[in-house]
Protein backbone atom coordinates (compact mmCIF):
# COMPACT_ATOMS: atom_id res chain seq x y z
CA UNK A 1 0.00 0.00 0.00
CA UNK A 2 1.12 3.65 -0.93
CA UNK A 3 -0.25 6.18 0.69
CA UNK A 4 0.13 10.08 -0.31
CA UNK A 5 -0.94 12.82 1.84
CA UNK A 6 -2.58 15.73 0.45
CA UNK A 7 -2.90 19.33 2.04
CA UNK A 8 -6.37 20.40 2.50
CA UNK A 9 -7.55 23.78 0.78
CA UNK A 10 -5.50 24.80 -2.06
CA UNK A 11 -2.76 22.92 -2.44
CA UNK A 12 -5.72 20.14 -2.51
CA UNK A 13 -7.48 21.95 -5.38
CA UNK A 14 -4.71 21.74 -7.47
CA UNK A 15 -3.42 18.72 -6.62
CA UNK A 16 -6.35 16.94 -8.19
CA UNK A 17 -6.09 17.92 -11.79
CA UNK A 18 -2.25 16.61 -11.51
CA UNK A 19 -3.28 13.48 -9.95
CA UNK A 20 -6.08 13.24 -12.45
CA UNK A 21 -3.51 13.49 -15.17
CA UNK A 22 -0.94 11.42 -13.47
CA UNK A 23 -4.33 8.52 -13.81
CA UNK A 24 -4.50 8.91 -10.34
CA UNK A 25 -8.02 9.51 -9.71
CA UNK A 26 -9.85 9.67 -6.62
CA UNK A 27 -12.60 7.15 -5.54
CA UNK A 28 -14.81 10.10 -3.96
CA UNK A 29 -14.86 13.60 -4.96
CA UNK A 30 -12.11 15.13 -2.64
CA UNK A 31 -13.62 18.63 -2.58
CA UNK A 32 -17.16 16.97 -1.51
CA UNK A 33 -16.04 13.92 0.68
CA UNK A 34 -16.22 13.99 4.35
CA UNK A 35 -13.67 11.03 4.35
CA UNK A 36 -10.56 11.29 5.31
CA UNK A 37 -8.77 8.16 4.06
CA UNK A 38 -9.85 7.77 -0.16
CA UNK A 39 -8.87 5.03 -2.23
CA UNK A 40 -7.86 5.66 -6.08
CA UNK A 41 -8.17 4.27 -9.42
CA UNK A 42 -4.87 2.44 -8.78
CA UNK A 43 -4.86 -0.47 -6.37
CA UNK A 44 -2.72 -0.17 -3.51
CA UNK A 45 -2.38 3.53 -3.75
CA UNK A 46 -4.87 5.74 -1.45
CA UNK A 47 -4.73 9.30 -0.54
CA UNK A 48 -5.12 11.09 3.24
CA UNK A 49 -6.08 14.76 2.94
CA UNK A 50 -5.19 16.26 5.89
CA UNK A 51 -4.23 20.17 7.33
CA UNK A 52 -1.15 21.89 4.88
CA UNK A 53 0.69 22.21 8.25
CA UNK A 54 0.42 18.11 9.22
CA UNK A 55 1.60 17.06 6.00
CA UNK A 56 5.39 16.92 6.83
CA UNK A 57 4.45 15.23 10.08
CA UNK A 58 2.44 12.53 8.59
CA UNK A 59 5.31 11.62 5.69
CA UNK A 60 8.06 11.80 8.62
CA UNK A 61 6.49 9.06 10.71
CA UNK A 62 6.00 7.06 7.80
CA UNK A 63 2.03 7.14 8.08
CA UNK A 64 2.17 8.73 4.77
CA UNK A 65 5.04 7.20 1.97
CA UNK A 66 4.44 10.62 -0.38
CA UNK A 67 3.00 14.09 0.24
CA UNK A 68 2.26 16.93 -1.48
CA UNK A 69 3.29 19.90 1.10
CA UNK A 70 4.05 23.78 0.29
CA UNK A 71 7.56 24.78 0.57
CA UNK A 72 6.85 27.09 3.19
CA UNK A 73 5.33 24.57 5.50
CA UNK A 74 8.41 22.22 4.70
CA UNK A 75 11.21 25.08 5.39
CA UNK A 76 9.59 25.57 8.30
CA UNK A 77 8.97 21.94 9.85
CA UNK A 78 12.85 22.11 8.94
CA UNK A 79 12.18 18.95 6.46
CA UNK A 80 13.60 16.44 8.66
CA UNK A 81 13.33 12.29 7.83
CA UNK A 82 11.90 13.46 4.63
CA UNK A 83 12.88 13.55 0.82
CA UNK A 84 11.93 16.76 -1.76
CA UNK A 85 11.89 14.59 -4.58
CA UNK A 86 10.40 17.25 -6.76
CA UNK A 87 8.63 20.97 -7.47
CA UNK A 88 5.30 20.46 -8.42
CA UNK A 89 4.72 24.05 -9.26
CA UNK A 90 1.56 24.45 -8.10
CA UNK A 91 0.19 26.53 -5.47
CA UNK A 92 2.67 29.29 -6.32
CA UNK A 93 2.97 32.29 -4.40
CA UNK A 94 5.58 34.41 -2.56
CA UNK A 95 6.65 34.73 1.20
CA UNK A 96 6.64 38.61 1.85
CA UNK A 97 7.55 41.10 4.51
CA UNK A 98 4.77 43.44 4.77
CA UNK A 99 3.61 46.91 6.41
CA UNK A 100 1.28 49.07 6.39
CA UNK A 101 0.75 51.32 3.27
CA UNK A 102 0.33 54.56 5.67
CA UNK A 103 3.30 53.32 7.84
CA UNK A 104 4.03 57.03 9.62
CA UNK A 105 0.39 57.47 10.71
CA UNK A 106 0.51 54.72 12.42
CA UNK A 107 3.89 55.40 14.23
CA UNK A 108 2.62 57.58 17.23
CA UNK A 109 0.62 54.64 18.31
CA UNK A 110 3.67 52.87 18.99
CA UNK A 111 4.77 51.83 22.53
CA UNK A 112 7.51 49.30 22.02
CA UNK A 113 11.39 49.91 21.06
CA UNK A 114 12.06 46.76 18.69
CA UNK A 115 10.69 45.94 15.81
CA UNK A 116 7.62 43.33 16.15
CA UNK A 117 6.97 41.24 13.07
CA UNK A 118 3.85 38.99 13.65
CA UNK A 119 3.64 35.52 11.44
CA UNK A 120 2.67 32.27 11.34
CA UNK A 121 6.57 31.25 10.78
CA UNK A 122 8.57 31.68 13.25
CA UNK A 123 11.34 29.70 12.36
CA UNK A 124 11.95 31.04 8.46
CA UNK A 125 11.44 34.75 9.92
CA UNK A 126 14.06 34.35 12.60
CA UNK A 127 16.54 33.15 9.63
CA UNK A 128 15.65 35.74 7.54
CA UNK A 129 15.65 38.44 9.81
CA UNK A 130 19.07 37.40 11.43
CA UNK A 131 20.29 36.93 8.11
CA UNK A 132 19.81 41.32 7.43
CA UNK A 133 21.34 41.24 11.24
CA UNK A 134 17.98 42.68 12.67
CA UNK A 135 16.65 42.26 16.09
CA UNK A 136 12.73 42.00 16.26
CA UNK A 137 10.31 40.20 19.00
CA UNK A 138 8.62 37.52 16.43
CA UNK A 139 4.33 37.55 17.50
CA UNK A 140 3.63 34.03 16.46
CA UNK A 141 -0.14 33.94 15.14
CA UNK A 142 -1.96 30.67 13.60
CA UNK A 143 -3.96 32.93 10.89
CA UNK A 144 -5.51 36.82 9.63
CA UNK A 145 -1.59 38.22 10.26
CA UNK A 146 -2.79 40.72 8.00
CA UNK A 147 -4.72 42.08 10.96
CA UNK A 148 -1.62 42.40 13.49
CA UNK A 149 -0.38 46.04 12.15
CA UNK A 150 -4.01 47.21 11.95
CA UNK A 151 -4.72 46.74 15.94
CA UNK A 152 -1.11 47.90 16.98
CA UNK A 153 0.18 44.28 17.62
CA UNK A 154 2.92 44.23 15.35
CA UNK A 155 4.96 46.91 12.58
CA UNK A 156 5.13 44.22 10.29
CA UNK A 157 4.15 40.85 9.07
CA UNK A 158 5.69 37.87 7.45
CA UNK A 159 3.10 36.18 5.09
CA UNK A 160 2.09 34.71 1.98
CA UNK A 161 1.07 36.87 -1.27
CA UNK A 162 -0.40 35.87 -4.44
CA UNK A 163 -2.57 38.38 -6.07
CA UNK A 164 -1.83 40.71 -3.34
CA UNK A 165 -5.08 42.03 -2.80
CA UNK A 166 -5.81 40.77 0.68
CA UNK A 167 -2.50 43.14 1.80
CA UNK A 168 -3.96 45.76 0.05
CA UNK A 169 -7.78 45.51 1.19
CA UNK A 170 -6.00 46.32 4.32
CA UNK A 171 -4.06 48.98 3.70
CA UNK A 172 -0.73 46.80 3.49
CA UNK A 173 2.06 46.60 1.01
CA UNK A 174 4.82 44.18 -0.13
CA UNK A 175 8.20 45.45 1.21
CA UNK A 176 10.70 42.28 0.43
CA UNK A 177 10.78 39.32 -1.22
CA UNK A 178 11.86 36.40 1.45
CA UNK A 179 10.91 33.44 -0.61
CA UNK A 180 8.96 31.85 -3.78
CA UNK A 181 6.82 29.43 -2.74
CA UNK A 182 5.33 26.47 -4.46
CA UNK A 183 3.98 22.59 -3.87
CA UNK A 184 6.80 20.14 -3.29
CA UNK A 185 6.55 16.02 -3.48
CA UNK A 186 8.14 14.45 -0.31
CA UNK A 187 8.92 11.35 0.44
CA UNK A 188 9.58 9.38 3.58
CA UNK A 189 12.92 8.54 3.65
CA UNK A 190 12.88 4.75 4.89
CA UNK A 191 10.34 4.37 2.63
CA UNK A 192 12.49 5.49 -0.01
CA UNK A 193 14.35 2.28 0.53
CA UNK A 194 12.16 0.15 1.99
CA UNK A 195 9.67 0.53 -0.93
CA UNK A 196 11.09 2.13 -3.60
CA UNK A 197 10.02 -0.03 -6.23
CA UNK A 198 5.72 0.42 -4.80
CA UNK A 199 6.98 4.43 -4.85
CA UNK A 200 8.22 4.51 -8.32
CA UNK A 201 6.02 4.69 -10.71
CA UNK A 202 3.58 7.09 -8.65
CA UNK A 203 6.21 9.25 -7.94
CA UNK A 204 7.11 9.19 -11.92
CA UNK A 205 3.41 10.01 -12.92
CA UNK A 206 3.23 13.09 -10.41
CA UNK A 207 6.70 14.48 -11.13
CA UNK A 208 6.80 13.64 -14.66
CA UNK A 209 10.26 13.45 -16.48
CA UNK A 210 10.71 17.19 -16.12
CA UNK A 211 10.26 16.86 -12.35
CA UNK A 212 13.43 17.93 -10.18
CA UNK A 213 14.45 14.91 -8.45
CA UNK A 214 17.23 16.05 -5.76
O1 LIG B 1 -6.50 25.93 6.77
P1 LIG B 1 -5.25 25.64 7.51
O2 LIG B 1 -5.06 26.53 8.71
O3 LIG B 1 -4.98 24.20 7.78
O4 LIG B 1 -4.03 26.04 6.58
P2 LIG B 1 -3.95 27.20 5.57
O5 LIG B 1 -5.05 28.18 5.71
O6 LIG B 1 -2.55 27.70 5.65
O7 LIG B 1 -4.18 26.36 4.25
P3 LIG B 1 -4.47 26.85 2.79
O8 LIG B 1 -5.59 26.09 2.24
O9 LIG B 1 -4.56 28.32 2.74
O10 LIG B 1 -3.17 26.34 2.03
C1 LIG B 1 -1.93 26.78 2.47
C2 LIG B 1 -0.86 26.47 1.46
O11 LIG B 1 -1.21 26.92 0.15
C3 LIG B 1 0.37 27.27 1.86
O12 LIG B 1 1.17 26.53 2.74
C4 LIG B 1 1.04 27.59 0.53
O13 LIG B 1 2.01 26.63 0.24
C5 LIG B 1 -0.12 27.55 -0.48
N1 LIG B 1 -0.56 28.89 -0.90
C6 LIG B 1 -0.43 29.38 -2.15
C7 LIG B 1 -1.18 29.83 -0.16
C8 LIG B 1 -1.38 30.95 -0.99
N2 LIG B 1 -0.92 30.63 -2.23
C9 LIG B 1 -2.02 32.14 -0.46
N3 LIG B 1 -2.19 33.13 -1.17
N4 LIG B 1 -1.58 29.86 1.14
C10 LIG B 1 -2.19 30.95 1.62
N5 LIG B 1 -2.43 32.09 0.88
C11 LIG B 1 -3.17 33.19 1.58
C12 LIG B 1 -2.25 34.19 2.26
O14 LIG B 1 -1.86 33.70 3.53
C13 LIG B 1 -3.13 35.43 2.36
O15 LIG B 1 -4.01 35.37 3.45
O16 LIG B 1 -3.96 33.95 0.68
C14 LIG B 1 -3.95 35.32 1.09
C15 LIG B 1 -3.26 36.18 0.06
O17 LIG B 1 -3.80 35.99 -1.21
P4 LIG B 1 -3.85 37.24 -2.21
O18 LIG B 1 -4.23 36.65 -3.53
O19 LIG B 1 -4.89 38.18 -1.69
O20 LIG B 1 -2.48 37.88 -2.23
MG1 LIG C 1 -7.08 27.76 5.64
Same mark, same amino acid.
Given at each position: MVTLALSKGRILEESIPLLERA *? !??????LAKTRRLIVGTSIPGVRLVVIRAADVPTYVRYGAADLGIAGRDVLLEDGG????????? *? !?ATCRLMVASPIDEMAREGARSWTRLRVATKYVRITERYLAAQGIQADIIHL?????LAPLVGLADRIVDLVSSGRTLAANGLKPIEHVLDVSAWLVANRAAMKMKYEALRPVIACLAGSEGNER
Open positions: *G !IVPEEDEGLYELADL *G !IYGSME
